[in-house]
């Protein structure tokens, strides 16, 4: 005779947390509330993103104008 739950049952899936379920690339800390940790993460990785996106547009400005300078 075997116990309880212990024939036929479906394996537990492996626990996910709620930045990887939103996507985010920022891990999320517990002394936040639940709702407010993911909103964070999200608004910390649309800077980034945005930081990086400016730079990214200005970095070749720079560099050209470096040329310029140095072949007058």
């Known amino acids: 005779i075997s116990g309880p ?8 899936a492996k626990a996910k947390s709620r930045s990887s379920r939103a996507n985010l690339q920022f891990p999320v800390g517990r002394r936040v509330g639940a709702g407010a940790r993911v909103y964070l993460a999200a608004v910390l990785q649309y800077l980034t993103a945005e930081i990086l996106e400016l730079a990214a547009v200005l970095l070749p400005k ?7 300078a140095k072949g007058k």
């Open 5 to 12: 739950g212990k024939q036929g049952g479906k394996a537990r």
């Open 62 to 68: 720079k560099t050209e104008n470096l040329h310029k």
